[in-house]
């Protein structure tokens, strides 16, 4: 059995927002891309945007997913961050073409239609991160307050150490969590 329009239309505007970024690739690319129509991706999305709701809605739910489950504190902080960085580094190396378009799309001007797309999930990601923070200051005083930061700096070291993995500078495995973890944890003069 074939693959259907609309999976078709996409994985190829994955691959191609991937590459080329969201607001570089036009609604034509994608169509030719897929072999299809316009008319067949405005049946099936509505609009460019409504193809990127769609492609976000599909491919950011499994992140979401892992990291939730991983960010179960259970009274051991490096642990759960290593659960943590594990998630995203497997989400990274199952949908590479997902997280590198989920990397350019978080950091793009927060007027641009590209942010207002990505925005709900990266806060949702944001606040699982700062919840964990919040739960392990009952345990670690000194966290009370500090859990947006916290939560915006182990993001940013994985993010980088990602990074690096697309780059193929670095391999994700168990040595690299425990580093991020660690350096994150102690600061770089451990």
């Known amino acids: 059995m ?15 927002f991937s590459q080329n970024s969201y607001a570089a690739v036009g609604v034509q690319e994608v169509v030719e891309a897929a072999n299809l129509t316009k008319p067949t991706l405005y049946h099936y999305f509505g609009s460019k945007r409504g193809l990127l709701d769609a492609l976000l ?3 950011a739910e499994p992140l979401l997913a892992a990291l939730t489950k991983a960010a179960v504190y259970q009274g051991d902080l490096v642990q759960t961050l290593e659960n943590i960085a594990r998630a995203y580094f497997n989400i990274a190396q199952k949908a590479p073409d997902f997280y590198r378009m989920l990397l350019s799309m978080q950091y793009s001007p927060t007027e641009s239609e590209t942010y207002r797309a990505i925005h709900p999930y990266t806060r949702r990601q944001q606040t699982v991160l700062e919840d964990v923070f919040c739960q392990a200051g009952t345990d670690h005083g000194n966290m009370n307050g500090r859990h947006k930061r916290y939560a915006a700096g182990l993001w940013g070291a994985i993010n980088a150490a990602v990074g690096l993995y697309f780059q193929g500078e670095w391999d994700l495995d ?4 425990h580093q991020v973890v660690h350096q994150f944890m102690h600061g770089i003069f451990s």
């Open 57 to 59: 809605a599909r491919e």
């Open 2 to 16: 074939g693959m259907d329009n609309q999976t078709h239309l996409l994985d190829c505007a994955l691959a191609l």
């Open 174 to 177: 168990s040595q690299v969590v």
